[in-house]
């Protein structure tokens, strides 16, 4: 049986909750303590293989850092951005990639989207992840 959307979107708040110091929450709150990263759902494309089986999830991993200077709030993205290390997204993503046993494979695809946002007149800086999973 495939893993709903809320079992994957748990899974993998489960695996970015072992980032140090990096906050996971469900939904973006009115006022935000960075680092924070939500995940949300983008696409669900059915059909992948015979019988409808491999259900196809592709989620967004946001990760907003705070802006007190361009060149701390880069710094803190790039250890998010990294292929590996403790503060890598791709790395605890991808260190179970079944995500606990919720899903068959999860797999960042990319990081993208690098912008400037303004959450309640306070400014972050902002990367999005793009994860595929098959459920």
């Known amino acids: 049986m495939a893993a709903t959307v809320s079992e994957a979107l748990a899974g993998l708040r489960n695996a970015l909750a072992q980032i140090p110091g990096l906050r996971v929450v469900e939904y973006l709150p009115d006022q935000i303590n960075p680092p924070v990263a939500v995940c949300a759902i983008d696409e669900v494309t059915y059909h992948e293989a015979f019988a409808g089986g491999d259900p196809r999830y ?9 802006r007190a200077s361009e060149r701390i709030a880069q710094k803190k993205l790039d250890a998010f951005l990294s292929y590996g290390g403790n503060q890598s997204i791709r790395a605890a993503v991808e260190s179970d990639m079944t995500l606990g046993g919720s899903v068959q494979q999860a797999v960042v695809q990319r990081a993208s989207n690098i912008q400037i946002v303004n959450v309640n007149e306070v400014i972050y800086l902002a990367v999005d992840f793009t994860v595929m999973v098959h459920a």
């Open 58 to 66: 592709q989620m967004t991993i946001s990760v907003i850092v705070d």
